[in-house]
């Protein structure tokens, strides 16, 4: 599914959004009143994230940030940028 961590298996799931008007009763107010319920969707904060393997290949994975922050998987370690030797910039 799109909204899905590929570890965890967390999902979206359903709510209602509630509105209200009106001003709390501790405000002065003489309370709020519920004016319409509508249903909707609580989607996972899924990250794209490189990650490395247990048998050493990248691969792409759709992660959701708990997971993430738990230390689930192991980012991929981005390569350093091709550099010369230290003899051949003496030569020079």
Do not use: H, W
């Amino acid at each position: 599914m799109a909204y899905t961590c590929e570890f965890c298996d967390k999902r979206a799931s359903r709510g209602n959004q509630v509105e209200t008007r009106g001003k709390a009763k501790y405000l002065g107010g003489v309370g709020t009143k519920i004016t319409g319920i509508t249903r909707r969707q609580f989607k996972p904060n899924l990250q794209s994230v490189k990650i490395t393997t247990p048998n050493g290949t990248n691969t792409t994975v759709r992660i959701c940030t708990r997971c993430l922050k738990a230390g689930m998987v192991r980012k991929a370690v981005k390569q350093a940028p091709f550099k010369l030797p230290v003899a051949a910039k003496a030569a020079k």
